[in-house]
């Protein structure tokens, strides 16, 4: 079965990590150690093998190893079916985090092509209660994973939001100010909307064709005042237009993919998610990234390099055990994090198992 894998990954000075060197086969990865031992700070560098900012979201300057702050470089040979990619990244000085694929320069639109990442982190386990940010970026991570040209959309409809923004800070009123980048906002808007309508029907394809041990999330796209527009460029730059008043009192921009939100549902007991146990919340959280996981190899032939941090302390034995079976039968390599070997018994030799100490300020990695 081919496989998407970190076969090597080598970090030197990010975050917690002076000099480490780690080699892999496609097997699940159980880390463990104490807590502040720098178990997330390799969930996180392998998060940088995919576009955006990574599992923290942080900005380069952020990652570099304190107090050395002499910048820091994430390197990794990929493999993807029967081909080895050696991706590099890094930052000095604190700026913008820069990227080679082969030894040529890329962009990260270039890296979403080859390295499918998901993950889930404990910051998303309020998901389902907290504002509507967050449930967006949520829904744009498993778009980003179907549609690599997701990301670059959301950028250019974002730039073009804040300079109409500007203008209606400005109370500007002139409507020809406006024409030019309100038709950028449509033109990428509509692309947007699609690419985010198309992953939810990916990912409840997937939770319906499978028996899992988790409970489905039903998700439904909304936004604030259930605005609906077409595929048409043309009749989302109308409605901008429409709201150009209502927008000038405001001060920003009201319509639009950027006020979009997700709905959960508790697919078994039609209850909200947020309505749900924190122990229900968890689980189907747990259930949509193995959907997409396994929308995603259905679509590409290879399962997804999935990083879950933190994920095995929410489960009961059974449920950890059914998880574990789980990414066995998707053949996905995944790095899971925990406080101690306990955690991920009923793995057994089916992973690799990496323990992490800290020794004199630095992390330290030995396979076990």
């Given at each position: 079965?081919?496989?998407?894998?970190?076969?090597?990954?080598?970090?030197?000075?990010?975050?917690?990590?002076?000099?480490?060197?780690?080699?892999?086969?496609?097997?699940?990865?159980?880390?463990?150690?104490?807590?502040?031992?720098?178990?997330?700070?390799?969930?996180?560098?392998?998060?940088?093998?995919?576009?955006?900012?990574?599992?923290?979201?942080?900005?380069?300057?952020?990652?570099?190893?304190?107090?050395?702050?002499?910048?820091?470089?994430?390197?990794?040979?990929?493999?993807?079916?029967?081909?080895l990619h050696e991706i590099e990244t890094w930052s000095q000085n604190g700026a913008a985090?820069?990227?080679?694929?082969?030894?040529?320069?890329?962009?990260?639109?270039?890296?979403?092509?080859?390295a499918r990442v998901l993950w889930l982190i404990p910051a998303m386990d309020r998901l389902?209660?907290?504002?509507?940010?967050?449930?967006?970026?949520?829904?744009?991570?498993?778009?980003?994973?179907?549609?690599?040209?997701?990301?670059?959309?959301?950028?250019?409809?974002?730039?073009?939001?804040?300079?109409?923004?500007?203008?209606?800070?400005?109370?500007?009123?002139?409507?020809?100010?406006?024409?030019?980048?309100?038709?950028?906002?449509?033109?990428?808007?509509?692309?947007?909307?699609?690419?985010?309508?198309?992953?939810?029907?990916?990912?409840?394809?997937?939770?319906?064709?499978?028996?899992?041990?988790?409970?489905?999330?039903?998700?439904?796209?909304?936004?604030?005042?259930?605005?609906?527009?077409?595929?048409?460029?043309?009749?989302?730059?109308?409605?901008?237009?429409?709201?150009?008043?209502?927008?000038?009192?405001?001060?920003?921009?009201?319509?639009?993919?950027?006020?979009?939100?997700?709905?959960?549902?508790?697919?078994?007991?039609?209850?909200?998610?947020?309505?749900?146990?924190?122990?229900?919340?968890?689980?189907?959280?747990?259930?949509?990234?193995?959907?997409?996981?396994?929308?995603?190899?259905?679509?590409?032939?290879?399962?997804?390099?999935?990083?879950?941090?933190?994920?095995?302390?929410?489960?009961?034995?059974?449920?950890?055990?059914?998880?574990?079976?789980?990414?066995?039968?998707?053949?996905?390599?995944?790095?899971?994090?925990?406080?101690?070997?306990?955690?991920?018994?009923?793995?057994?030799?089916?992973?690799?198992?990496?323990?992490?100490?800290?020794?004199?300020?630095?992390?330290?990695?030995?396979?076990?």
């Amino acid at each position: 079965m081919p496989n998407l894998a970190v076969e090597s990954l080598n970090l030197s000075h990010f975050r917690s990590h002076h000099v480490v060197q780690i080699a892999c086969d496609p097997r699940p990865v159980a880390i463990y150690g104490a807590n502040g031992a720098g178990k997330t700070n390799i969930l996180e560098a392998i998060s940088l093998l995919s576009p955006g900012r990574g599992v923290r979201r942080s900005s380069a300057e952020e990652m570099t190893r304190r107090p050395e702050a002499l910048g820091w470089k994430v390197s990794a040979v990929l493999r993807t079916q029967d081909r080895l990619h050696e991706i590099e990244t890094w930052s000095q000085n604190g700026a913008a985090r820069q990227l080679r694929i082969d030894g040529k320069a890329a962009t990260q639109v270039m890296l979403g092509r080859i390295a499918r990442v998901l993950w889930l982190i404990p910051a998303m386990d309020r998901l389902w209660i907290e504002g509507a940010e967050g449930r967006r970026r949520f829904l744009d991570r498993m778009t980003l994973s179907f549609d690599p040209n997701h990301g670059e959309q959301v950028l250019i409809y974002e730039k073009a939001m804040r300079e109409r923004n500007r203008l209606l800070k400005n109370q500007v009123t002139d409507a020809h100010w406006y024409r030019a980048i309100e038709g950028q906002m449509a033109a990428t808007g509509v692309k947007i909307r699609k690419a985010r309508e198309e992953a939810l029907a990916y990912i409840h394809a997937a939770q319906d064709q499978a028996e899992t041990a988790f409970p489905t999330a039903h998700l439904t796209l909304t936004n604030p005042e259930n605005i609906e527009f077409s595929a048409n460029s043309d009749d989302l730059a109308e409605l901008l237009a429409d709201y150009r008043s209502r927008d000038l009192a405001a001060g920003r921009t009201l319509a639009g993919p950027h006020r979009d939100d997700v709905f959960g549902v508790f697919a078994a007991k039609d209850v909200p998610a947020k309505d749900s146990s924190t122990g229900e919340q968890k689980a189907l959280l747990i259930s949509l990234i193995l959907a997409n996981g396994r929308a995603l190899k259905e679509q590409t032939g290879l399962p997804p390099i999935l990083l879950l941090d933190e994920v095995a302390a929410h489960l009961d034995a059974a449920r950890r055990a059914a998880l574990y079976d789980e990414i066995c039968a998707l053949g996905a390599q995944a790095w899971m994090s925990g406080t101690g070997p306990e955690l991920f018994e009923e793995l057994g030799d089916r992973a690799q198992h990496l323990l992490v100490t800290e020794v004199e300020g630095k992390s330290k990695v030995d396979l076990q």
